[in-house]
């Protein structure tokens, strides 16, 4: 993939001055017509997300061998548990050992990485690992996880909402054995989906770890929309300046979904370069880019009508098989307190669609959305404008628990949507 540039942003959005002034300077220079912006979602370092855009940019040059493209990679601090395989890369010999050892303890990559996520809480950290490996009985020992990961959370940042919630979601907030034990049934049916032979009562420290595994999660939300919003989306406006015949393509996978998907709403309004967005499994609300919520028409999404800034199609590609969207999404990002547990796939219908990801069923109540599946998208089916879902299940299908296909995204298939969104050929 060549030219190629990265772009390093901090936790508040800020870039690195040298990288954005090698782009600027660079990409007329390069011949650039076709730049395509790609976003990482949850990656432990800069050599992970390097790869995944190594990887994905692969087929480009031979399905557009005419096109004069030029690949930007965002760089952004994030993490990834070590034991999430992600499909088509390597397992390191750590998270082997970490899927080998008993219980839900935390390897020493995953305690660095939440280090760098939550830092200066490195004592809360290493009782929280004592309390997944000791798993005490009874619900004193659940109690005080609960109370060590809300204290995580203190002073962490919060995501702006996508649509209506206000403080910290249900799941941090009420009785840790309720959460964890819901947490415990859908890792269950998540691992075994195909029915009850071998049923067994889940220990609630099985989910123990889902609940900081979201606590994380919930932190990298807020700092993508932060990124996108007050960084990449003012960026773009200095490189519509630099560059104004350069088309940008906006590329993001999970939270860098989300991320792509604020910037613009940090893009200034005039800027009419960017020509597509695609948001693969994107780890955000349905109801993103809603103007008005089903369940209350005086309320809308955060990105109301931001579609509209993006002169072309905005492209949501999305998998039931993503097990992070479609199982653990919804629990933890529910507002109301409920104390039933909910298996598997039928989470998501037990809660009702309100708290829906983009990445498990595409845009919802935005009116003109686009349905195709992905053999039709790619016949040619894109429209020129609007909300477009595609279901990709027929490739983002692999990937084991507790994420699902959720990081299945290294297809050509996928390449070739990005692609025809942006009129590249």
């Not at 390191?92 to 839900?104: D, H, I, K, R």
């Not at 075994?192 to 123990?208: I, K, S, V």
């Not at 992905?374 to 692999?398: K, Y």
């Amino acid at each position: 993939m060549s030219p190629y540039w990265e772009l390093t942003f901090d936790a508040d959005g800020d870039v690195d001055p040298s990288e954005r002034d090698h782009l600027l300077a660079q990409v007329t220079e390069r011949g650039v017509r076709d730049l395509v912006v790609f976003a990482h979602g949850w990656n432990e370092d800069r050599s992970a997300a390097t790869a995944l855009y190594r990887g994905f940019f692969a087929p480009f040059p031979g399905l557009a061998p005419h096109a004069r493209l030029g690949y930007v990679g965002v760089i952004w601090p994030s993490m990834r548990f070590s034991d999430e395989p992600i499909p088509d890369f390597p397992r390191s010999v750590v998270a082997t050992e970490a899927e080998a050892a008993p219980g839900p303890a935390l390897d020493k990559d995953t305690r660095r990485a939440l280090l760098a996520v939550f830092p200066g809480r490195a004592s809360v950290l290493d009782r929280l690992a004592r309390l997944l490996d000791e798993r005490p009985d009874g619900d004193a020992g659940l109690r005080e996880f609960g109370r060590l990961v809300r204290l995580l959370l203190d002073g962490a940042q919060r995501p702006a909402a996508d649509t209506d919630e206000p403080g910290l979601p249900a799941v941090f907030t009420e009785e840790p054995a309720t959460a964890c034990a819901e947490f415990a049934d859908a890792l269950g049916a998540v691992a075994a989906p195909a029915g009850t032979e071998g049923f067994r009562l889940p220990n609630p420290w099985e989910g123990a770890k889902e609940l900081l595994r979201q606590a994380a999660y919930y932190t990298m939300k807020g700092r993508a929309g932060t990124i996108g919003e007050q960084g990449l989306g003012p960026l773009l406006g200095k490189l519509a300046q630099a560059a104004p015949g350069v088309r940008v393509h906006l590329v993001g996978h999970s939270f860098g979904g989300r991320l792509v998907a604020f910037a613009l709403r940090g893009l200034p309004s005039a800027v009419r370069t960017v020509k597509s967005v695609t948001l693969l499994e994107g780890a955000f609300s349905h109801y993103a880019f809603a103007r008005r919520l089903p369940d209350d028409p005086h309320r809308s999404g955060a990105l109301k009508d931001l579609q509209q800034r993006v002169d072309g199609p905005l492209v949501c590609c999305y998998s039931h098989f993503d097990a992070a969207l479609g199982t653990f999404y919804p629990l933890a990002s529910r507002l109301a307190g409920d104390d039933r547990s909910f298996l598997g796939n039928e989470i998501a219908a037990v809660l009702g669609p309100r708290w829906g990801a983009l990445g498990h069923d595409g845009v919802q109540s935005v009116p003109g959305t686009v349905e195709l599946d992905l053999a039709r998208a790619l016949a040619g089916g894109l429209p020129a404008s609007g909300c477009v879902n595609i279901d990709a299940a027929s490739v983002v299908r692999r990937g084991g628990p507790p994420a699902g296909a959720h990081s299945d995204i290294l297809h050509p298939e996928l390449a070739r949507v990005v692609l025809a969104a942006g009129r590249v050929s």
